[in-house]
């Protein structure tokens, strides 16, 4: 495969599960966005600013447990630090369809 990467190289990846606590609205950025405030139990709480609008609105995002990598360095963004990824998937239009557990977890539960 072209890309393909080591186990020790996906260890080094920390993918935790959260719940959004608060969504703000992010004028400032290029690409419509949210803020989001999210918990990650023991590992703290952090925020991300993510392209969701085309599918979510924020009462659909407050109180949703999503799932985010957590290690990467903290990324500006127009006038937000986004301190984490939120991850989803890619639809054919751009829409980003966010990536959840199959039941809910402790915060900060890792993905493996």
Not at 6 to 19: C, R, Y
Not at 62 to 80: C, E, H
Not at 81 to 87: G, I, Q, T
Request: hydrophobic share 40%; charged share 25%; with cysteine.
């Amino acid at each position: 495969m072209e890309n393909t990467i080591s186990w020790a190289d996906f260890e080094k990846v920390e993918i935790l599960t959260g719940t959004v606590i608060a969504v703000d609205a992010f004028p400032e950025a290029r690409k419509p966005a949210y803020k989001l405030t999210i918990d990650f139990g023991p590992k703290g709480i952090k925020q991300s600013s993510a392209q969701l609008t085309r599918l979510y609105q924020p009462d659909d995002l407050l109180g949703m447990q999503i799932v985010s990598v957590v290690n990467f360095p903290p990324k500006q963004i127009a006038t937000f630090k986004s301190e984490c990824l939120v991850l989803g998937a890619i639809g054919t239009d751009g829409e980003v369809t966010l990536l959840q557990t199959e039941r809910k977890t402790e915060n900060g539960s890792r993905i493996a």
